[in-house]
């Protein structure tokens, strides 16, 4: 079975500052994808960033960024520029590339960011 | 494109009531995913509809159930509701396509707002 460990339940970040949100994962499985959540209060969950495992480099979206390190089973997230609209509950998922099987989430991390 | 609806938004129930959750994909999604998030299990996979068919199923109890219908439109049961139900149920849709669809264009899931039980 596969397993997401976020081992920081809350962070805070100053506006425009940097900041990395780490996700740990186990699995026997050789492809998969990896995503970023971000679940504003709101509650709406968006898809902030994704991953193939097959490719070595590391996904970018804009101030988004992930350091994908496939043997270590690491998979962190590193906002640029911190944002007020940052400020979420932030999901790392992982999901066999097969198809039909369900995203394993991890637990979640609490980012607050600060004016 | 409209982006994936889930009806109601908000219920309480009772213990031992049941409830019906409905959810409808982004069009041209055929697959629909139940997740329940609480905060002590976090978000953890109920079960997934293909084309009708339920293809995966989490580990929870036959209380839950749920059907998909011919236009992929999904729909979710709880009986004998327990004070541990409550949780924000939510909804992701996708294209999907099984195996032969690998891709990640296929499977990547989009949510929908969720709908947040309370049972009293």
Known sequence: ?115 | KAGVTQTPRYLIKTRGQQVTLSCSPISGHRSVSWYQQTPGQGLQFLFEYFSETQRNKGNFPGRFSGRQFSNSRSEMNVSTLELGDSALYLCASSQGGGARFAGVAYNEQFFGPGTRLTVL
């Open chain 1, 1 to 115: 079975a596969q397993t997401v460990t976020q081992s920081q339940p809350e962070m805070s970040v100053q506006e425009a500052e940097t900041v990395t949100l780490s996700c740990t994962y186990d699995t026997s499985e050789n492809n998969y994808y990896l995503f970023w959540y971000k679940q504003p209060p709101s509650r709406q969950m968006i898809l902030v960033i994704r991953q193939e495992a097959y490719k070595q480099q590391n996904a970018t979206e804009n101030r988004f960024s992930v350091n994908f390190q496939k043997a270590a089973k690491s998979f962190s997230l590193k906002i640029s520029d911190s944002q007020l609209g940052d400020t979420a509950m932030y999901f790392c998922a992982f999901m066999i590339i097969s198809g039909n099987t369900p995203l394993v989430f991890g637990k979640g991390t609490r980012l607050s960011v600060i004016a």
